[in-house]
């Protein structure tokens, strides 16, 4: 009998699934956090906010 989860990972189902439930609203979520920290002036001006996103999430 072949795994579920096997199967998924063969055809990119999980993958997709992976990004869509996990990554995408992490990523957004930190978006947030950055945007709030240079509006009050936590970041230096014209910091990449996208970039740091990239940064932390880049591994996965």
């Known amino acids: ?3 579920p989860r096997r199967a998924e990972r063969r ?3 999980g993958t997709v699934a ?3 439930k996990f990554l995408f609203r992490r990523r957004a979520a930190l978006r ?4 709030r920290a240079a509006a009050r002036g ?3 001006a014209g910091t990449d906010v ?3 996103v990239d ?3 880049g591994v996965l």
């Open 50 to 52: 996208e970039l740091l």
């Open 42 to 44: 936590e970041l230096a």
């Open 11 to 13: 055809t990119g189902r």
């Open 18 to 20: 992976f990004k869509e």
């Open 1 to 3: 009998m072949r795994s």
């Open 32 to 35: 947030v956090v950055l945007e």
């Open 55 to 57: 940064i932390v999430y």
